[in-house]
């Protein structure tokens, strides 16, 4: 089983400001499946990336994602005052598909 | 646009079965090669992945909950079904169900979820 650790746990950033979250995985994530996903206070969780680079549809091209093997990053080029919230990485590479614990974002 | 929307008890007993319901809208939950899953978060915590089911029948669950987890499909209704059997207090959590997309021979990201539902385990 693929245990996803992520990093920073809270990242405090200005709007305006450049996020770089990281997901590391303790096996290498088969064919780069790797997804990330936002969360808002009482709201389902929303598909961003997937694929490790591939952005869903309707994602603002301020959301990038990258990395391969066990070493993946988020990037927010410049945050937006909707972009503070929880994200998470999930791999889907094997079983079973599983979550990191989540960065929060936060407003400094 | 799929829309998903999880209904049942809110509230169970210990030892009891938990049984929830998925009722997928704007589409019909047999078209395109996808799969149908629950996924649950404890309060202030993180995901976890319960299980998932083609509309085939053909299900897959989490090691850590397949003693206990069933989930079916009744495509009539267009709808899936999570019974978790045996709940205890840790299994309190917001339950939701997800649309799983990628191949149909691997695992799965999540492109559209239920807005969530909260099912407390307490006497």
């Known amino acids: 089983e693929i245990v996803l650790t992520q990093s920073p746990g809270t990242l405090s950033l200005s709007p305006g400001e450049r996020a770089t979250l990281s997901c590391r995985a303790s096996?290498?994530?088969?064919?780069?499946?790797l997804a990330w996903y936002q969360q808002k206070p009482g709201q389902a969780p929303r598909l961003l990336i997937y694929g490790a680079s591939s952005r869903a549809t309707g994602i603002p091209d301020r959301f990038s994602g990258s990395g391969s093997g066990t070493d993946f990053t988020l990037t927010i080029s410049r945050l937006e005052p909707e972009d503070f919230a929880v994200y998470y990485c999930?791999?889907?590479?094997?079983?079973?598909?599983?979550f990191g614990q989540g960065t929060k974002v936060e407003i400094k | 646009q799929v829309q998903l929307q999880e209904s049942g008890p809110g509230l169970v007993k210990p030892s009891q079965t938990l049984s929830l319901t998925c009722t997928v809208s704007?589409?019909?939950?047999?078209?395109?090669?996808?799969?149908w899953s629950w996924i649950r978060q404890p309060a202030g915590k993180g995901l976890e992945w319960i299980g998932r089911i083609y509309t085939s029948g053909s299900t897959n669950y989490n090691p850590s909950l397949k003693s206990r987890v069933t989930i079916s499909v009744d495509t009539s209704k267009n709808q899936f079904s999570l019974k978790l059997s045996s709940v205890t207090a840790a299994d309190t959590a917001v339950y939701y169900c997800a649309r799983g997309s990628g191949s149909y021979y691997g695992w799965n990201y999540f492109d559209y979820w239920g807005q969530g539902t909260l099912v407390t385990v307490s006497s």
């Open positions: 999930q791999q889907y590479g094997s079983s079973p598909p599983a």
């Open positions: 096996q290498s994530v088969s064919s780069s499946y």
């Open positions: 704007g589409g019909s939950i047999s078209s395109g090669s996808y799969y």
